[in-house]
């Protein structure tokens, strides 16, 4: 597909569970991003990679929290010991380059995550 | 803490009418401002966006109108219709970092009236 691609669409699991979130960008953009949106808010920006490395984490809330990009295009954002206020949709972006020109930020449909 | 604030948080607007969004920052390292749209279930989709070096932009019925000494930027839907339906957020981001993260604001749902 030509957009950013998100799976799953839909995650419900137990608190206490660990979850795996997928995103596929945009072929060619070396810039991805991970936000949290909840509901009735803006999104709210977790982590940016720059090809594999991951140049900015500090919007991820705490240590159970984890993202890897092994191969500068899929990355996975990871949540152990899951916690009822993780609820949220989790929002993956991606872009040409972020280090120049500000290229704009593409964003995939999202993987909403229910934690019961 | 709230970096990019958005008003208002909801307006009903005629189709045919003029909807109007406004949002301010505080961080003086931002240097642009994206609008999205994003309907429901879906992701935010990028709509205008603006540097600080014009005061206003447009595009289509979209326009963006911005106050660097204010520290504020507002985007004006002209021509409402009913397809505008939508929750809009701002956002700011510094380019010139390395990342180029957004900040956004609360966003506003706006409802367009046949």
């Known amino acids: 597909g030509a957009g950013v691609s998100q799976t799953p669409s839909n995650k419900v699991t137990e608190k206490g569970k660990y979850v795996e979130l997928r995103c596929d960008p945009i072929?060619?953009?070396?810039?991805l991003y991970w936000y949290r949106q909840s509901l009735g808010q803006g999104p709210e920006f977790l982590i940016y990679?720059?090809?594999?490395?991951?140049?900015?984490d500090s919007g991820l809330p705490n240590d159970r929290f984890f993202a890897v990009r092994p191969e500068g295009s899929v990355s996975t954002l990871k949540i152990q010991r899951t916690e009822r206020g993780d609820s949220a949709v989790y929002l993956c972006?991606?872009?040409?380059?972020?280090?120049?020109?500000?290229?704009?930020?593409?964003f995939g449909d999202g993987t909403r995550l229910s934690i019961l | 803490q709230q970096q990019v604030k958005q008003s208002p948080q909801s307006l009903i607007v005629q189709k045919g009418g003029i909807s109007i969004i406004n949002c301010a920052y505080e961080?003086?390292?931002?240097?642009?401002f994206p609008w999205y749209q994003q309907f429901p279930g879906k992701g935010p989709a990028l709509l205008i966006a603006?540097?600080?070096?014009?005061s206003e932009k447009k595009e289509g019925r979209f326009t963006i109108s911005f106050n660097k000494s204010a520290k504020q930027f507002s985007l004006h839907i002209m021509d409402s219709q009913p397809g505008d339906s939508a929750t809009y957020f701002c956002?700011?981001?510094?380019?010139?970092?390395?990342?180029?993260?957004?900040?956004f604001g609360g966003g506003t749902r706006v409802l367009v009236k046949p």
């Open positions: 072929s060619g953009h070396t810039a």
């Open positions: 990679f720059q090809g594999t490395g991951a140049a900015d």
């Open positions: 972006a991606s872009s040409r380059s972020s280090v120049s020109e500000g290229w704009p930020q593409h």
């Open positions: 961080n003086t390292a931002f240097d642009y």
């Open positions: 603006i540097r600080p070096d014009v």
């Open positions: 956002a700011a981001g510094d380019w010139r970092a390395a990342g180029n993260k957004l900040t």
